[in-house]
Structures are given as C-alpha cells and as structure tokens.
C-alpha cells in the first residue's frame, strides 16, 4: 500500500526565516497531495493542497512543489512567524472509491523569537 | 454547510472495558468516512474507512471494529480496551468528485486514556 515518508520530523527556525518540510512517496498513481496543519490539542486543518497535473502551488506565504518523477513534494513556509508553530503533516491519496488519505509521521515547527 | 460532530472530547477507561466513540457528519451525503488514532507526539494512522453505510474496511488489525448504521454516522468501538489504546482519536470525512480527490475534514477528536 501507500507509504509516506517526511522528514524531518522537528524543525527549529527563527522568526522571519523560511521553513521547508519534505515529503516522499512510494504510490505513482497517488494525485492529490494535501498539507495539514494540526496546533496543540486540536484537528488538523488544510492549509495548501496540489494535484499531480500541477507542479508548484502558492498562497501567500506558503507554497508547495511537486516532482512526481521523483514521488517527491515540499511544504515552503516564508516569512515565518510565531503562529506557524505547530505539526504539520503530508499525506497522498489515490484516485479510488476509497480514496484513502495516507499521513506521513508529521514535522513539529517551532518560530523562535 | 457541512459539519462533522465527534464525541466525546475526552474519555477515560479502565483497561478490559468497552469503548464506543461517535461520529456524525451534517449537510452532506453520501461521504467518505475514516477513523485515524494519533499516538502521543506521532503521526495519523488509518484505522478504518467506509465508502457507504455497511461497509468497513480495516488498515490495521487490533482490538478495535467500525461500523456505519447510516451514511452520516460512523462508530469506533472495542469489547475490551487495552492500554495501547490510548491516543486522540480522529473521525474525518471528504467526498468524491468522480474521480477528483478532494480535502478532508476531521472532528474535533477524541482523547482516549486507557488505565
């Protein structure tokens, strides 16, 4: 089945820098690549999304790559600020019925001052 | 607009007893439905997932079962808990687009300490 590889799995960034969490993936025929953010206690929440037919996504301050070639996608955070501290999680899912979303092991950012 | 309730938020159960965690979804039909558990500081696992009413398919074997009485309602359950259960406890829905993924929506979770 799908696996879901991200590292790295804590990530310590001063504020104002950018932030970058990878992910693989082993399913070539996974399209559909979704970024959750999940603060202390709560659920996790979408924050960027992007499909196989496209290779680069951005929304303001928070932009995703996609290299299928490689199985390969990256969350960019720029400008990073306090609020961005939080876990955040990759995940594929597959073209099916089922339309299975598989999470990767989650990378906790945290903003220092 | 769609909304996904979870209950309860927060639960403690004795090791050997029976646990039952409720999920139901609004202003939608026809979901996708999926349970995940969150162990302390890891990643989101897939225990179940259904794609209409009775039909459950299982990720992972374990102590746990699923079942979905109707299209917005979908049940987390065991006989007898085991300490390994414990964990934050997710239920999340999305629909299909034809053959269009698109986003998942989670509950708002369920805290489950087993002692």
């Known amino acids: 089945g799908e696996n879901v590889e991200q590292h790295p799995s804590t990530l310590s960034v001063q504020e104002g820098d950018s932030a970058v969490i990878k992910c693989t993936y082993s399913d070539s025929a996974s399209n559909y690549f979704p970024w959750y953010k999940q603060e202390l206690g709560k659920r996790p929440q979408l924050i960027i999304d992007i499909r196989s037919n496209v290779g680069e996504k951005k929304d303001q301050r928070i932009a995703v790559t996609l290299n299928k070639t490689a199985k390969h996608f990256s969350l960019h955070i720029t400008e990073t600020q306090p609020e961005d501290s939080a876990v955040y999680f990759c995940?594929?899912?597959?073209?099916?019925?089922?339309?299975?979303?598989?999470f990767g092991s989650g990378t906790r950012l945290s903003i220092r001052p | 607009s769609q909304t996904i309730h979870q209950w309860p938020a927060t639960l403690v159960q004795p090791v050997g007893s029976p646990l039952s965690l409720e999920c139901t979804v609004e202003?939608?039909?026809?979901?996708?439905l999926y349970w995940y558990r969150q162990a302390a500081g890891r990643g989101l696992q897939l225990l179940f997932y259904?794609?209409?009413?009775?039909?459950i398919s299982s990720e992972v074997p374990q102590n746990l079962s699923a079942s979905r009485p109707q299209d917005r309602q979908f049940i987390l359950s065991s006989k007898k808990l085991l300490l390994s259960d414990s964990g934050f406890y997710l239920c999340a829905w999305k629909l299909l687009a034809g053959q269009l993924n698109t986003e998942a929506f989670f509950g708002q979770g369920t805290r489950l300490t087993v002692v």
């Open positions: 202003g939608t039909s026809n979901p996708n």
């Open positions: 995940a594929a899912s597959k073209p099916s019925s089922a339309s299975k979303i598989i």
């Open positions: 259904s794609v209409g009413i009775g039909q």
